[in-house]
């Protein structure tokens, strides 16, 4: 790479470019993580004991987590919610990536897509909160259903997970409609004519036709929203309840108001850990590689 | 089984433009047709509106004699093999042949047997694991076939398949098409804008331009007797000479072509003494030597190419450039660039047509 921007712009300006790339992903990522993990090992002291006797390294910051039922038990409800909240988001998302890339016009795609993103340009804090309105106990949501006939008394959607499912989807549904837009239109519209033509109904087409082709979107769109949704911390700390907390609360508490960075960093990094495991074992499954992914 | 197909006065209309003017055409069973036409003159409608892609604004299609309205596409008795074949790359060669049968819920040993008998008749067998992506192109071109027969369709329909294909493979492919065609006794709709396909392959070729049908006829009767200026000019090559008709008398007409004079060629009833007209010679009709009931043209070489078989001449008239093609045995040290030749053609070799006919 050094040699391409040599030969292109010189030597002055390669060193500048790559000096700086250099400086942002050492000292901004790799550095603060490497302390992370170095805090994660050590326990919780006073400033005074820092570097003293008691300073050594051991793994119990990691043991606590496995000795407190109830973190255990917030964190396997989070790595499951974030999985509903990937497949809830899939099954929305398909249909109007596949309306956008095949179906509509144009410039009725394009009118679409704007539409999709302006909200987006809204802090995502503003937008959470406009969910805690809507699905208010007397919100209008449940005016609504009630008006209409569909309940007879309103529902609490914000007590439980309900609120902080329907919070997230809304929250990651572009991360999974483009990955899986831009794998669709890629495809042959004469493929799916062709299964059409040998007589396939419409679930066929799609099941044998149209997602083998677009599984790399598929699971790029998937490994984004399931981070995204076990890493948030403003959806379910607005939209959730005391009942449905996230794992990533019990991060926020262990650093800023427990004050134990330690046990924080451990916490942060099993999250991290099973995650990135988790998303393994499911492209293991899928059979997607990480070529696929990088298309 | 009647596999006829019967454009029952269809009409295509795309908003304010009409694709396809006001058609009725019968294909018969069994029959090879063909649409032949540039591009944009609505060839691919027809056939989208066959496999029911399309549906007609007006009209009616019916296969064999039933009709297609409402029909979605995957419920027709059609079975399309595209312009860029769309095999399905994710699958093998076999799981593309078998595509259609698992659909219909064929079990798996039906299905195996069904794609090593097409795999056999397409002269591939034994490649039913292999990728598609590994198979060359020819070899593509004779799996979409296969696939496309394994649905056992009344009619097959042919969207330009050759034309990815290098010439001595098309060739190739257009005798396997017809052989196939006779083995299976489907009725195919093929679509080109290629007349050499068309001509050699059809039973019948339909000619199209402008969403208009120009003619229907076999390929002897098009290239002989075409209908219209369109099909004149666009099947074969021909020599096209502007003038006025004069006079008509049984069948035949003179015109008054200017400077080259009169001249005269059989006509078609819709032409009238006092139109506006063109004649039409083609390039091996002309000879050196003028017999009994010939006229001649004088004109002098521009240019000679010698082919092997045959010499192509360009020659200048005093009106228009033509086209002249010789066998090779009448090549003389005469034909040179800048010679002065006399080109005679035999009246009944010439046709008039009307700038604007239509069947």
């Known amino acids: ?295 | 089984m009647d596999s006829s197909v019967h454009l029952d006065n269809v009409v295509m209309q795309f908003g304010e433009f009409t694709a396809i003017q006001k058609t009725d055409l019968q294909i018969e069973s069994g029959e090879f047709f063909s649409f032949l036409g540039p591009s944009g003159c609505g060839k691919t409608t027809i056939l989208n509106m066959i496999s029911g892609f399309l549906e007609p604004t007006h009209g009616d299609v019916k296969i064999g004699g039933q009709s297609m309205r409402g029909v979605p596409a995957n419920k027709r008795p059609t079975s399309m093999i595209f312009q860029n074949l769309a095999l399905f790359p994710l699958m093998t060669v076999a799981e593309n042949i078998e595509f259609g049968l698992e659909v219909r819920g064929v079990s798996k040993a039906e299905r195996k047997k069904a794609s090593d008998r097409l795999l056999e008749l397409v002269a591939l067998d034994g490649s039913g694991s292999k990728k598609v992506t590994e198979l060359s192109g020819g070899q593509r071109q004779r799996i979409a076939i296969a696939r496309a027969l394994a649905v056992e369709p009344r009619v097959l329909l042919l969207d330009e398949p050759l034309s990815a294909l290098d010439l001595k493979l098309r060739q190739h492919m257009r005798a396997e098409l017809k052989d196939i065609q006779r083995k299976t006794g489907i009725t195919f709709i093929y679509i080109t804008h290629d007349q050499g396909e068309a001509l050699t392959m059809s039973d019948r070729v339909g000619v199209m331009s402008a969403g208009r049908l120009q003619q229907v006829a076999d390929p002897i009767t098009l290239y002989r007797d075409p209908h219209t200026s369109f099909v004149a000019s666009f099947v074969g090559e021909n020599n096209g000479i502007e003038g006025k008709v004069l006079s008509l008398n049984n069948g035949m007409a003179e015109m008054d072509c200017g400077q080259l004079g009169r001249l005269q060629g059989r006509v078609h009833n819709t032409v009238k003494a006092g139109d506006q007209a063109t004649l039409f010679i083609r390039p091996e009709h002309f000879r050196l030597q003028a017999e009994d009931n010939m006229l001649t043209i004088p004109s002098k070489i521009e240019e000679v190419n010698f082919e092997g078989a045959y010499l192509t001449l360009n020659a200048n008239t005093a009106a228009t450039k033509l086209a002249i093609q010789l066998g090779a045995h009448q090549f003389s040290e005469s034909l040179v660039a800048g010679a002065d030749i006399s080109l005679s053609y035999k009246v009944e070799d010439a046709i008039i047509l009307g700038a604007a006919e239509y069947v």
């Not at chain 1, 990522?29 to 090992?41: A, G, H, I, N, T």
């Not at chain 1, 990955?179 to 519209?189: C, G, V």
């Not at chain 1, 960093?265 to 997607?288: E, H, P, T």
């Open chain 1, 1 to 295: 790479m050094f040699n391409q921007l040599k030969a292109r712009f010189g030597s002055g300006l390669a060193v500048g470019v790559i000096g700086m790339i250099a400086i942002w992903i050492i000292a901004m990522v790799v550095l603060p993580q490497l302390l992370m993990v170095d805090y994660s090992f050590r326990p919780n002291l006073l400033p005074a004991d820092i570097g003293g006797p008691k300073d050594v390294y051991s793994l119990v910051n990691y043991q606590t987590l496995f000795t407190n039922k109830i973190h255990l038990e917030i964190f396997f409800k989070t790595i499951w919610s974030s999985v509903l909240v990937t497949g809830l988001t899939l099954i929305v998302s398909y249909p109007i990536a596949f309306y956008l890339a095949k179906v509509a016009t144009p410039q009725k795609a394009a009118l679409c897509l704007v539409l999709l993103i302006i909200p987006f340009w809204i802090n995502e804090i503003l937008r959470t909160f406009a969910w805690y309105i809507i699905l208010a106990y007397k919100g209008p949501l449940n005016a609504l259903l009630l008006w209409l006939g569909f309940i007879h008394r309103p529902i609490r959607f914000l007590s439980g997970d309900g609120g902080v499912l329907i919070g997230m989807v809304y929250a990651y549904i572009l991360f999974m409609i483009f990955p899986i837009y831009n794998a669709i239109e890629s495809l042959d519209t004469n493929q799916i004519k062709a299964a059409r033509n040998l007589g396939a109904g419409w679930i066929r087409t799609h099941w044998r036709v149209v997602i083998p082709h677009a599984k790399p979107g598929i699971a790029t769109g998937c490994i984004m929203t399931f981070m995204l949704a076990a890493g948030s911390y403003a959806v379910p700390s607005i939209l959730g309840s005391p009942g449905s907390r996230w794992f990533t609360q019990i991060i926020y508490n262990w650093f800023f108001e427990g004050g134990d960075w330690n046990q924080g960093a451990a916490y942060a990094f099993l999250l991290l850990v099973i995650c990135i495991g988790f998303i393994a074992l499911v492209m293991r499954v899928f059979k997607v590689g990480l070529g696929d992914i990088a298309k």
